[in-house]
C-alpha cells in the first residue's frame, strides 16, 4: 500500500517509515502540513497518516482541504489529544479513524490493514507533466514516446517533483521523502541525484523540464529559470 505520513516530530516520523516499510507498505513523509496537503493533493495515495498538531497546516485543516476538493482517500489521524470533541471533530471532517498517542505499533498496523480491507480507492494511473508520463504501477517512466530506465533513487526524485508538479519542492522535503527523516544526507548529494536524472530526461534539444529554483529547490515545469 501507498501511504502517506504527515508527522513533524523527526523521531516518530522515522519510526512510522520504517516500521510501515519492514511491513511492505510503500512510505512518503512530510514534515509539516502544506507539503502533506500538496502531496496528498497530487493523489497516489492509498492511505493518509495525518498528525494533528502540524506546523503550516492542522490534521484538521488538511482533512477538511481534502474532502472540499473531494479527494476521498483513506484518513488516519494520529494526535495526542484524546478529548472526545476532539476525536468528533476530526472524524466528522473526513478521517475514518483516529488513533490517540501513545499507541501500540500493533494497533497501527491493524487500522492500517483495516482499511485496506474497505476497497480500493479510485487512483490516477497515469501521471503526466511536462510530457514525462509515469505508471507508478509498473514504474515505467515516458517522455514523448521515449522509454527512460531510472534508478530506484532518481524515479523517487522524479516522483516526488511530478506529484507536485509546476510547484517548488525545498531541499529538505526531497531529501526527506526520497531517504528519509533520519538519514544524513547532504545537498550536494541531491545535486547530483538531479543532474543524473536530468540527464536522462532532458536529452540534447529537448526544452528542459527540472527547473533548479537557488536557494530553495527543485520544481518539475513551471517558468524557465
Not at 522515522?14 to 509539516?32: D, K
Not at 479510485?122 to 509498473?138: K, S
Not at 519542492?169 to 545537498?187: C, D, N, Y
Request: net charge neutral; hydrophobic share 45%.
Amino acid at each position: 500500500m501507498r501511504i502517506l505520513v504527515v508527522e513533524d516530530e523527526p523521531r516518530m516520523a522515522a519510526l512510522l517509515r520504517q516500521g510501515l516499510t519492514e511491513e511492505g507498505h510503500a512510505v512518503t513523509v512530510a514534515l509539516e502540513g502544506r507539503g502533506g496537503l500538496c502531496m496528498a493533493e497530487a493523489g497516489g495515495f492509498e492511505l493518509l497518516i495525518l498528525d494533528v498538531m502540524l506546523p503550516g497546516l492542522s490534521g484538521f485543516e488538511i482533512a477538511r482541504s481534502l474532502r472540499a476538493r473531494r479527494i476521498q482517500t483513506p484518513i488516519l489521524m494520529l494526535t495526542a489529544r484524546d478529548a472526545a470533541h476532539d476525536i468528533v471533530k476530526g472524524l466528522d471532517l473526513g478521517a475514518d479513524d483516529y488513533l490517540t498517542k501513545p499507541f501500540s505499533f500493533d494497533v497501527l498496523l491493524a487500522r492500517v490493514r483495516a482499511v485496506s480491507r474497505r476497497g480500493p480507492i479510485p487512483q490516477t494511473v497515469l501521471m503526466e507533466a511536462a510530457g514525462l508520463a509515469m505508471n507508478p504501477a509498473t514504474r515505467e517512466v515516458t517522455r514523448d514516446g521515449r522509454r527512460i530506465d531510472l534508478t530506484r533513487t532518481e524515479y523517487a526524485i522524479l516522483e516526488m517533483l511530478m506529484r507536485s508538479a509546476g510547484r517548488v519542492l525545498p531541499r529538505e522535503i526531497l531529501i526527506e521523502g526520497v531517504w528519509g527523516v533520519a538519514a544524513e544526507i547532504e545537498s550536494n548529494t541531491l545535486d547530483a541525484f538531479v543532474r543524473l536524472l536530468r540527464a536522462k530526461v532532458e536529452e540534447p534539444g529537448q526544452p528542459r523540464v527540472i527547473r533548479t529554483v537557488r536557494g530553495v529547490g527543485y520544481a518539475l515545469g513551471g517558468e524557465t529559470p
